[in-house]
């Protein structure tokens, strides 16, 4: 491919283009997927060539509804279902036992895989349009920030896929909430658009929460370098340091009178932690432009939705 992707809303060309095995950009309520057929290993094997993306690393499915995940897993913990129930369609995704339908190359032969049903309706539409799940990581090459518009796609890997379908901005802004299930334990694998409160409310129990390790490909997910602008980030509290010669800021609410407004990105005026998830990524881009050599990059509340930010901003921090 030479020219870049065409960006459009044509349904049915996507999904003629992953019937034929090629990659699609698609839109969902977190963030913009890479897909293509994940039971077409040379598909799924494009998918890592195009993002850069270790083998190691696993790919989780997309589906329809929830009952249409019964055709790729052994058994479905009671819990799953519970989950599953109060969240989906929506930005969770559950790990459970694969059986051979996918392939090796998907889960990186880890036992589980990942399965998602996205809440966005186009992707929706699309996926009942196949008679086969999408696999479908976050469509930005490996280890920088994930798109929540199509342009952010165009822009990295246009020249690497067919198609980029559009559905507007993703409305939640971080990925989903990965949770798997270990006996009677449930564990957060990745916090995001499903905050860790709420999972625990809907079970009546607490979760254990798995801290990023440094690069230990044996626990996938949890790379802690990661969502990595080119620039420097730094994180901070409440003040920003004196030094700010050639530096930009992620503000959670407000502005900062040192610091030139152009090089700042306000998360949220009001304080609110959704629409600061969702004005994230795109925030950490439009800096990232800047060229500065810092991004001081301020921590928000550690609760609700806010745990999810603060660990990408902690993992765009890390070195
Ligand atoms: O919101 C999302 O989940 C987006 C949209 C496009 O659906 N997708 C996404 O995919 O974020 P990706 O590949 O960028 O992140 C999925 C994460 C990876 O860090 C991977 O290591 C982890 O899920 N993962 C996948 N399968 C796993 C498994 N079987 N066990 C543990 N971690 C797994
Ligand atoms: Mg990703």
Not at 41 to 70: G, Y
Not at 250 to 271: C, D, H, N
Not at 285 to 298: E, W
């Amino acid at each position: 491919m030479q020219s870049p992707a065409p960006i459009g809303t044509d349904l049915s060309r996507a999904a003629q283009l992953l019937r034929a095995g090629k990659l699609v950009a698609i839109p969902t309520e977190t963030v913009y997927g890479l897909a293509a057929n994940a039971l077409d290993e040379r598909a799924v094997a494009a998918i890592f060539l195009a993002k850069n993306r270790p083998r190691f690393d696993p790919l989780i499915i997309h589906l329809p509804n929830w009952l249409a995940a019964r055709a790729y897993v052994r058994e479905i913990p009671e819990k799953a279902n519970l989950l599953a129930d109060a969240f989906l369609p929506g930005p969770l995704t559950l790990l459970l036992d694969r059986n051979n339908t996918i392939p090796d190359l998907v889960t990186a032969g880890h036992p589980r895989v990942g399965v998602r049903i996205p809440a966005h309706p186009m992707a929706r539409n699309l996926l009942k349009q196949l008679d086969f799940p999408l696999a479908a990581p976050s469509a930005n090459p490996f280890g920088y920030i994930s798109p929540t518009i199509p342009q952010h796609v165009q822009d990295q890997l246009g020249d690497r896929l067919h198609y980029i379908l559009d559905g507007g901005p993703s409305r939640v802004g971080v990925e989903s909430t990965i949770v798997g299930f270990e006996e009677d334990k449930v564990i957060i694998f990745r916090k995001g658009g499903i905050a860790v409160e709420r999972i625990e409310a809907v079970l009546g129990h607490s979760v254990v929460v798995q801290e990023h390790s440094t690069s230990n490909p044996s626990t996938p997910g949890q790379l802690r370098s990661h969502y990595a602008p080119s620039g420097r980030v730094c994180l901070f509290d409440k003040e920003l340091p004196d030094n700010l010669a050639d530096s930009a800021v992620l503000a959670w609410q407000g502005y900062f009178p040192e610091v030139p407004r152009e090089r700042q990105w306000v998360l949220s005026k009001t304080g609110d932690l959704a629409e600061a998830a969702h004005r994230l990524f795109a925030g950490l881009r439009a800096l990232d432009a800047l060229g500065c050599s810092v991004i001081y990059a301020q921590l928000v509340p550690e609760e609700g939705l806010g745990r999810a930010i603060n660990d990408r901003l902690r993992r765009a921090a890390a070195e």
